[in-house]
């Protein structure tokens, strides 16, 4: 069986078309613009493939509440052109197969745990640290979703008394991602991350708060793994930092063994939210 993937990103789109066991057959990248411009690209791609049934994982906010009259929808973006964008609608006009909606992180989440790093186990969140903060929880094979899906990077966060960063989430100011995403490293030290150095106080900043995150991920969620993902985490020092602080921060109450295998990086090499969106459309 072919089955078409979308990871529907903010800055990119990703299509493909893959089988059962998790291979990429084709797989075409272009970039996000307008609406229709954008699906009419993947429109083109999925032309040339007999695809049966249709996976996409999208950045968001994207309305999966199914009792809600938007359902499939993008929401509050700052993309306005995408604002209110009824994504679902478009795509069941352009394809005449099932089509299984989620969010990229939890698309990422389920590529990993079927073909990646989280093979083994029956419960991982998948973080990104990006252009945004998101994360994607699976157990069991399923994604979570709740009245609509969680926004796990809006949390809110203890400061640190050495940072007086004002944060840079339109809403929150300091949460998580105001506190800890790219664009919010950039704003605080005024340059892009990869051009700070690895020792730069940065990262034992952005580690602090990434580690009160899991903490409080893994006292709700209780996943095995934890993985990390997105531009940030190309600073592979953040690892140990981020380590070495969740097992200070749980001071001895939970149990975590060997946080090495189980905060983790990706494995996929950037294909985890492809092939998890090919894995949604099995999903059904
Ligand atoms: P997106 O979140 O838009 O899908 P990415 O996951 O690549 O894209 O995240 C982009 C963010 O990651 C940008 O804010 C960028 O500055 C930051 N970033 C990219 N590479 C690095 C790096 N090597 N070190 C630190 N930050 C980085
Ligand atoms: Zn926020």
Redesign the pocket.
Known sequence: MLIGGIEA???KFVCAVGDESGNILDKITFPTEEPDKTLDAAKQFFNKHDIQALGVGSFGPVDLNKKSKTFGSILNTPKLKWKQFHLLDQLKQDYNVPITLDTDVNAAALGEYKYGAAKNVASVLYI?????IGAGFVKDGQTYIGKSHPEMGHIFIQQRKDDNFEGNCPYHGTCLEGLA???A??KRFGK???L?GADHIAWEITADYLAQAIINYLLILSPEKVII????M??KQLYPLIRRKVLEFSNAYMELENLDEMIVTPKLNDEQGIKGAIALALLG
């Open positions: 990103g903010g800055t990104t640290v990006g252009t945004g995403s790219g664009p490293i950039e892009k991350g990869d700070l993902g997105g531009g940030v190309k600073q």
